[in-house]
Structures are given as structure tokens and as C-alpha cells.
């Protein structure tokens, strides 16, 4: 290409300097050097423009056809489908969808790279939205785009209709998360630029998607977008673009009522590229992007000053723009009348494409057909070059489990379950490539270092290894993990103690009702934390993510696996359960301290039934006693104190009630008969065991918020101990 030593750019007559110069629509791109550089910075500069050219190529030659007037009726459309789902529904949000159509349009009409015919491609550009509030805005522009019809549309918000109130995740269809709970969204999209950096670090140029994410006014409020716009910027995520719709506007008040942040200064702060436009320009963000796109060692976040409820009209026919009114509900009577009206939209039938629109769409199609096809062409050129990673990623992205010889791993017995994991990560570390684990500054604590120690932590730039620090930040960190697995193409694990699982429950809530895979570990799992108190001592902890075990998905399976293993030898059978569970997440929860092994001959892949009689056992038991963790090696040694009284027991280990449930009713008759008598014993609430337990039993548990000492001494105080099952089971007969 042409070289200019004057540093101008011929065409557009800038000064930038390269690294923040973009093409500004020329089909000839202008190097600008400075006389004094070096051959070295030549190339480099080079290579730059080269990478503007492809990128130009791909995705900005058709813009220069579409006109500002044509864009805008496409944003019209989907504003006048967006008012009439709402409105039909008689519930919904427009306000936001109205005010986002223009980005959505430029996005979706001009540079959105996916295939029409594969939704499942893994080379595609994938979209997060964040506030899932605004799905009129996705469903229309998907609908423009051929996922949706128009009678779909018109059932928003009904029962068995494909466009529910917040989208759900459906591939097939373009939507790439579930969204509804701000910020939860955009930090899935730095997961999945992370996972999308992991995977180009090993396969190469055939994993050169960009990731887009749509946030809102919530979204930046919500704490969460701190943990996220700061691992994106420390990442140096330049696969990462980001629109904010700013409208100042909220539910119910304007956003200048509670903030006064500079947000472009904050995300610049974090290392972020920021560009500041008019929202409801077309040709304003379609420069924008396409600048975005040749940023390179940065995220970018487009700030969007938009207008809430663009083109809405009150019933007097005066603007109904910029109002809290139209954020979470239907326009209603003449207002929407007349903002239908005002868009020019048929009042009869507003749910249809413009024909200029449908053209539109249909030769954004015919582009994406040729892009997608010298895609396809590269990776098959890759593929016959590169066989071997060929083959890994179709495995990668298969969601198959990994192949691991488990009864090759061997753990310390009597260590801590925590450890058994530690030596687990290790073994994965080295055989399961595509795994990225995670922890939130507790990874010599929560034992992931047996996973870091086979590999190193991600840095800027440098993607070769599988580790993510996290820092203090639980839900970012469980939500990037998420993130990951929506990508596809990686198993994704992360770790903090049990007691801060509390801080993830709305990020575990949404990997449940999606569906993915992540692998949670908590360790520290009961009040045997011991000096550092009740504050780090998890209680009700089990509880609640048991509950997620009673809880059924969509597809009518439990929502959740939980596994707390009772030694080291059930822990390496834990986590053969977690990573062959590839459709819905799974939390392993493991001790701090040591745990005496269970009894010889122990066959602990019953595990996988969920429970299982531990060797040893009686025939004809006159008490069952259950447990989970590292009860149960208590009420082995209570055991052994019963039996010298000529008491017959059965000791039940019980890792995860949810699977148990799934066996037959023969199955769980066989472990715990009806009728009969049954003790339980847990370090959480009592509630943990009642429903095994039954009428007939009594529990064991913890009935208060635990206390600072050694965890031996907590042991004697609070009744885990030998003597104590003793007591209670002779008491009981």
C-alpha cells in the first residue's frame, strides 16, 4: 500500500499516530510512518493496515451502500415490532428496545459475521445481551434477520412461545445467553473473549471471532460490571466490543438521580478503548465499530448517548421520548397509536418488514454467504495443514467428556478432601487441553494451584496458558466461567471457600436454567474452618445449593449436581461425576482438614448412585446411619462404639442426594427401607439429611452460626464426635 512520510492520511487528512488511526473508507490504506522508524516498526505498522484491510473487506464494503435513510427506516422497523409486542402482550418494555434499534441494526445489517445456515459455527461472532428487558429490540432484529416469524413475535410473553419476557439461551435461533439480571450479561461476553483468546492461543487465525456485548444504565451500576470492565481491560481483550445505550433513563427515576460517574473515565481507567457517539446515528456507529475492530491490546466500549423511547408520541401527539414511563411498560392507547403512526407503521398490521428492510436484510445474507464461505475455505485449508488440531477442536467443541483414566490417580489417604482435589486438577491439568480454571485470590487456599502449577495464569497478550486470577471477585469470576461454556469449545472450572458461594448464587441460579457445565469448587466446606470463625464458617451454605438439586431444569432433569465427597478416594470419584456431567453445573464442596478413609473395601464408585452402603456394614441393620462429607467417617467411628453393645448398623455415604433421587425406587429402598429407623449427621443444617432421614429418624446438625476456635475443639463442643453418634443413636433405640 501507499507510504506517506508526512504522517497525514491522504484521504481523511488525519495526524493520529497508527495505533489509534483507522481506515477512514478508502479502498487504499496509508501507512503512517514517522521518518525516523526503523524497518521493524515498518512491518509492524504493515501488518497493521494489512489486518484493517481483511477486516475492512469483510464487513465494510456493503456499509458503503447502505444509506442513512434506509438504516433508519430498518431502526423504525424494529422500533414499530418492538412497541407491538409489548403492547400486545399487554406487558413488556419498550422504552429501551426503541431507543437500541439503530445499534442493533448496524450491528446485525452490516457487521455481525455468523452463518445462516450452521447457527452452531464455532468461528462465529457471538452477541451477550445484557438487559434482558430490552428482548424486543433482539427478537425484532433476529427476526429481520430469519430466526423469528411474525406470528412468533406477535406471541411475546405467552405461554410456549419462543420470544419469552427475558430471552433464553437458544443457538439456533442467534440468542447466545439467557439475560435478565443486570451486568450478568456482558461479564458471560468477557468470558467468552477470554475462552475465544484460549482457544486462537492453540488452534490459531481459525478462532478470530469478535465478541460483542449490549449493556444498559443498570448494567454499569451493577457491581459486577467493577469485577468485569477490570479483567477485560487487565486482559487486554481487543476481541471484546462493547455498546453502552446510555439513554439516563431507569425504571423509575433518571440515572442522574443516583450517578454522577464519569463512566468513559472509569472504563479507560481499566485499560478500555472508549468512543463516545450518537447512539441513534447510523453512520456515528457504524464509524465507531468499524474503529473498534482495528483496536488491538485493548476492549473497547462505544458509549451511545441514545434516546429512551425513540419516536414514541403521548396520546396529545407531543414526544414521548426520554420517559421512565415507557421503560417497563406498553405505550398504551393513543400513545401507541401514535408513536405507530409517527414510524409509519400500519396500525392494522404492525407486525410486518418493510420491503426495503426485507431487501436489506437479504443482501446482508447473500454477504454473509460469502464471508462465511472463505471461512470455511481458510479452515479447511487449516484443517488439511493441521490435522491434529483439526481433530482437537471438533472434540473441543463437541461437549463430550474427556478421556482420564481415574483409577489411575492416586491420592494421600486421610489428607483433606480439598487436596484429593488438588491432585485431581493436577491429572486434568496435564490431559484435558481446552480446560480454563479460575480462582478469586485463593487458589493456595482452595487447592485450583494443583491445577496452576501444570500450567501458568493469563496475562496480557499471552493466552498460552489455562489459569484465571480472578481477584476478590466471586460472581465476576463465576460469571466469566459461564461465559466460557456459552463459547464453547472449553470446560470451565473456578474455586473460592464454600462460605462465598453466597456471592455466586445468582450466577449458579443462571448456569442452572442455561444449562452449562461449570465446575464450582468450594472448599472449607463446614464450621471445621474453625479459628477464623463464623464468618467464614458455611452453615446454611448446603442447604441452599442443595436446593438447586430439587430444582428441575426445562428439560426436567435436576437444575444442579452437588457433591461432597466423605475422603480423598470419593473425591476422585467426585470429580469424574463432574466432568462427565456436560449439561448443567456442578458444585464439589470439600474439607479443609484431614479425613480419615472409609473402611477397606469401600467401592466408591457407587458414588455415582448418589449413595451407597459403605463397607463394613451389617445385614439387618437396627439403625441406618446417613451422612455426606466428612461426617461420615464420624459415624464410623461412632460405629465401632455402637457395635461393642451388639448394635447392627449400616453406614450410608451420601455425596449427592439429587442422585439419588434419580435411582429407583427399588434401588434407594435397598440403601434406606422404609420404616426404618435412621440417623443423620451433618455440619449444616439439620434440613440437609430430614427428607432421607424420614419420620422415623432424627438429625444430627448444626442449628446456629458456628463459633471461633480449633476445629477439634468445635468438634467436642457442638457434638461431632464418636461419642456423641453414640449417644444419640442408643438413645433413639
Known amino acids: 500500500q501507499s507510504y506517506n512520510q508526512t504522517s497525514k492520511c491522504k484521504r481523511c487528512i488525519s495526524s493520529n499516530a497508527y495505533e489509534k488511526h483507522y481506515l477512514c473508507g478508502a479502498f487504499t490504506a496509508v501507512c503512517h510512518v514517522q521518518e525516523s ?164 492461543a492453540r488452534l490459531g487465525d481459525v478462532m478470530n471471532q469478535t465478541i460483542y456485548a449490549y449493556i444498559s444504565d443498570g448494567g454499569i451500576q451493577e457491581e459486577i460490571s467493577q469485577g468485569a470492565g477490570r479483567i477485560a481491560g487487565h486482559l487486554g481483550l481487543d476481541n471484546l466490543i462493547m455498546f453502552y445505550d446510555s439513554n439516563d433513563i431507569q425504571l423509575s427515576t433518571e440515572c442522574g438521580e443516583v450517578t454522577n460517574e464519569d463512566v468513559a473515565k472509569k472504563y479507560e481507567a481499566w485499560g478500555w478503548k472508549v468512543f463516545t457517539i450518537n447512539g441513534n446515528d447510523p453512520d456515528e456507529i457504524r464509524d465507531a465499530l468499524t474503529q473498534a475492530k482495528a483496536v488491538e491490546g485493548q476492549p473497547t466500549l462505544i458509549i451511545g448517548k441514545t434516546i429512551m423511547g425513540k419516536g414514541a408520541m403521548r396520546a396529545d401527539n407531543t414526544s414521548y421520548e426520554h420517559d421512565c414511563a415507557t421503560h417497563g411498560a406498553p405505550l398504551g392507547g393513543d400513545a401507541y397509536i401514535n408513536t405507530i403512526k409517527n414510524l409509519g407503521g400500519d396500525l392494522e398490521n404492525p407486525f410486518q418488514v418493510f420491503p426495503e428492510v426485507a431487501e436489506l436484510y437479504a443482501k446482508r445474507r447473500e454477504e454473509l454467504k460469502t464471508i462465511v464461505a472463505e471461512r470455511y475455505a481458510a479452515k479447511a485449508e487449516w484443517a488439511k495443514a493441521h490435522p491434529d488440531l483439526a481433530a482437537k477442536m471438533e472434540f473441543w467443541f463437541s461437549n463430550q467428556a474427556p478421556k482420564i483414566n481415574w483409577e489411575a490417580i492416586q491420592q494421600k489417604a486421610g489428607g483433606p478432601t480439598r487436596a484429593a482435589s488438588a491432585t485431581v486438577l493436577g491429572v486434568l491439568a496435564t490431559h484435558v487441553e481446552n480446560m480454563i480454571v479460575a480462582s478469586a485470590d485463593l487458589s493456595n487456599s482452595d487447592k485450583t494451584d494443583g491445577f496452576l502449577k501444570k500450567t501458568h495464569a493469563f496475562t496480557k497478550g499471552d493466552f498460552s496458558g489455562a489459569f484465571l486470577q480472578a481477584g476478590v471477585a466471586e460472581l465476576t469470576m463465576a460469571c466469566c466461567c459461564i461465559g466460557m461454556a456459552l463459547h464453547g469449545g472449553v470446560i470451565a472450572a473456578c474455586g473460592t471457600f464454600f462460605v462465598f458461594s453466597d456471592y455466586m448464587k445468582p450466577a449458579i441460579r443462571m448456569a442452572a436454567l442455561m444449562e452449562t457445565p461449570v465446575k464450582f469448587i468450594w472448599t472449607h466446606d463446614a464450621f471445621r474452618v474453625g479459628e477464623d470463625g463464623p464468618t467464614h464458617e458455611p452453615v446454611e451454605q448446603e442447604a441452599q445449593i442443595r436446593l438447586m438439586e430439587k430444582l428441575k431444569n426445562h428439560k426436567g432433569h435436576n437444575s444442579m449436581l452437588v457433591l461432597r465427597p466423605a475422603d480423598v478416594e470419593e473425591a476422585t470419584q467426585a470429580w469424574k461425576l463432574a466432568m462427565e456431567n456436560t449439561s448443567t453445573p456442578t458444585g464439589l464442596i470439600f474439607s479443609r482438614q484431614n479425613v480419615a478413609n472409609l473402611p477397606e473395601g469401600t467401592d466408591y464408585t457407587q458414588a455415582a448412585k448418589g449413595a451407597y452402603i459403605v463397607a463394613g456394614s451389617d445385614e439387618n441393620p437396627d439403625v441406618v446411619m446417613v451422612a455426606s462429607g466428612s461426617e461420615v467417617s464420624t459415624l464410623v467411628a461412632g460405629a465401632e462404639l455402637l457395635r461393642k453393645d451388639g448394635v447392627k448398623l449400616r453406614i450410608v455415604s451420601v455425596p449427592s442426594e439429587g442422585l439419588f433421587r434419580n435411582q429407583s425406587k427399588e434401588y434407594q429402598e435397598s440403601i434406606i427401607p422404609t420404616g426404618a429407623k435412621v440417623f443423620g449427621l451433618t455440619a449444616g443444617l439439620p434440613v440437609n439429611l430430614q427428607g432421607l432421614v424420614g419420620p422415623n429418624g432424627k438429625v444430627w446438625g448444626l442449628e446456629s452460626f458456628g463459633f471461633s476456635a480449633p476445629y477439634k475443639v468445635l468438634d467436642e463442643k457442638l457434638g461431632f464426635t464418636a461419642e456423641n453418634v453414640y449417644n444419640q443413636v442408643k438413645a433413639m433405640l
Not at 442513512?68 to 419498550?94: Q, T
Open 37 to 200: 522508524a526503523g524497518v521493524d516498526k515498518l512491518l509492524n505498522k504493515i501488518r497493521f493496515i494489512s489486518k484493517n484491510i481483511t477486516i475492512f473487506a469483510q464487513t465494510n464494503i456493503s456499509k458503503m451502500k447502505n444509506n442513512k435513510e434506509l438504516m433508519n427506516r430498518a431502526a423504525d422497523n424494529i422500533r414499530i415490532l418492538a412497541a407491538a409486542m409489548v403492547e400486545k402482550a399487554k406487558s413488556g418494555h419498550p422504552g429501551g428496545a426503541m431507543g437500541g434499534a439503530d445499534f442493533a441494526n448496524v450491528l446485525f445489517s452490516e457487521f455481525l459475521v455468523y452463518d445462516p445456515e450452521n447457527p452452531r459455527w464455532e468461528g462465529r461472532d457471538r452477541f451477550f445481551l445484557d438487559p434482558g428487558h430490552m428482548s424486543p429490540m433482539l427478537y425484532s432484529v433476529l427476526a429481520l434477520s430469519g430466526k423469528f416469524t411474525m406470528d412468533e413475535l406477535a406471541q411475546f410473553r405467552q405461554w410456549g412461545s419462543p420470544t419469552p419476557g427475558h430471552p433464553e439461551v437458544d443457538i439456533m435461533r442467534g440468542i447466545e445467553n439467557t439475560s435478565g439480571p443486570l451486568g450478568q450479561g456482558h461479564t458471560f461476553a468477557v468470558g467468552a473473549a477470554i475462552a475465544a483468546k484460549f482457544l486462537k
